[in-house]
């Protein structure tokens, strides 16, 4: 028999390279400004880079599989025990684990539409089908038409929380509903990438809110955002009970997590202060875009995380591509609308001011072409 490479159900899969620039001498692309993978504008948690020092010297040891110290710290945070607590090497990893632990050929996956691109994908190489529900006028998942757009063949509903591209936010009714009315023979997700963000702006606490839940859930956190650690590489998932854990456990490889991110997470999950200062600085800096760019005319979509949404009235990745010529780096999206919209990430308060400046320019330049 004559087999086909790649096989036929991975040649099917989009190809998703992060738009990011190549590093020759391995330093964050000097001279760009990134505002397009809603990294931290500030490095980690000094007590966390101390750690991360501390850990190099022990390379040649491989680390802790079962992420021992941090699971504890977790666990003593949010009252799960920790072996309801899985591991990745970021969370993508986990969302690779949740569609293969969930999905079997030709089941159906709900999701807001847009939201996190990698999540759809994982889906498809499970070999489940996708069924997207547009999010809400404000950006955040249509709970109600997403629990209508369950069918007998549904396996998986996920939820973003806030959601990516949009930043909107689930309120506790929302989730409550989410949580009550998913079938049981359903895993609800929740993707809180930007838990510490949304809990910033006041938003609900998800895991008390799915602890009354009859049903499996899962909930997906991350130190690449808020924690500002997405170059080690750490991520977890929170399951609801232990049977569904050890699925989880089943697709990890062996040793993900590096020994370098654990010691950095436990160090940076130990220095409310400093999380507390990123927190302030980038929510502070994230509502002056919204503000600036709103009064250029664009049409800011509420966000509860670290980055704006904004529909644009030229086509939005002309001004991207604009941009990129300027060496400052944000997404474009084809949505919702043939215009389009544009991500940007809260940078630093001189980063936001000199894609503001672009911006600007690039606007007064069309108003009078
Ligand atoms: C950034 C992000 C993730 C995953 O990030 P990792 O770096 O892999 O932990 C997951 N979900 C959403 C919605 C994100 O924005």
Same mark, same amino acid.
């Given at each position: 028999?004559? @087999?086909?490479?790649?096989? /036929?159900?991975?040649?099917?899969? /989009?190809?998703?390279? %992060?738009?990011? #620039? ?21 490095? %980690?948690?000094?007590?966390? &880079? ?6 190099? $010297?022990?390379? @040649?040891?491989?680390?802790? @599989? ?5 699971? =504890?710290? &977790?666990?003593?945070?949010?009252? &799960? ?13 986990? *969302? ?8 079997? /050929?030709?089941? *159906? ?22 069924? /997207? ?13 997403? &629990?209508?757009?369950?069918?007998? +063949? ?70 690449? =955002? ?32 590096? +020994? ?18 990123? *927190?302030? $600085? ?19 979509? %509420? ?32 949505? %919702?609308?043939? #215009? ?10 001189? @980063? ?10 690039? #606007? ?6």
């Amino acid at each position: 028999m004559q @087999h086909k490479f790649p096989a /036929p159900r991975i040649d099917a899969l /989009p190809l998703m390279a %992060p738009q990011i #620039l190549a590093e020759p001498d391995n330093v964050p692309s000097p001279g760009v400004i990134r505002l397009n993978l809603n990294e931290s504008p500030l490095p %980690p948690s000094p007590r966390a &880079i101390a750690a991360m020092r501390e850990a190099i $010297q022990y390379s @040649h040891r491989y680390p802790d @599989h079962s992420c021992s110290a941090l699971a =504890k710290i &977790i666990s003593h945070r949010t009252g &799960i025990a920790a072996d309801q607590i899985v591991f990745g090497n970021g969370s993508g990893e986990m *969302l690779v684990a949740a569609a293969a632990v969930a999905i079997q /050929p030709s089941d *159906l996956a709900v999701l807001p539409q847009p939201t996190f691109p990698p999540v759809g994908k994982n889906i498809l190489l499970a070999g489940g089908e996708i069924v /997207p529900v547009p999010v809400l006028g404000n950006g955040a998942n249509d709970v109600s038409a997403m &629990i209508d757009a369950i069918s007998d +063949r549904t396996s998986l509903v996920y939820l973003c929380t806030p959601n990516s591209p949009t930043g909107g936010l689930l309120d506790r009714k929302d989730l409550s509903r989410a949580a009550d009315t998913v079938p049981e023979r359903c895993l609800l997700m929740v993707d809180e990438a930007y838990h510490e963000f949304g809990t910033w702006e006041g938003g609900p606490d998800v895991l008390s809110i799915l602890a009354g839940r009859k049903g499996p859930w899962v909930v997906i956190r991350t130190f690449s =955002k808020a924690y500002g650690l997405s170059g080690v590489r750490l991520g977890y998932a929170i399951l609801s009970d232990t049977d569904l854990a050890t699925g989880f456990s089943k697709m990890r490889s062996g040793f993900n997590v590096n +020994r370098i991110a654990l010691a950095g997470a436990c160090a940076a999950m130990q220095d409310q202060e400093y999380l507390d200062h990123v *927190l302030e $600085q980038v929510s502070t800096e994230r509502d002056r875009l919204a503000i600036r760019m709103t009064a250029l005319g664009l049409s800011v979509f %509420p966000s509860a995380a670290n980055f704006v949404l904004a529909r644009t009235k030229t086509p939005a990745r002309p001004l991207a591509d604009h941009l990129a010529t300027h060496n400052i780096l944000i997404q474009a999206l084809a949505w %919702p609308d043939e #215009l389009g919209s544009i991500r940007v990430t809260a940078g630093t308060r001189e @980063h936001n001011d000199a894609f503001l400046a672009v911006l600007e320019d690039f #606007l007064h330049r069309e108003a009078i072409s």
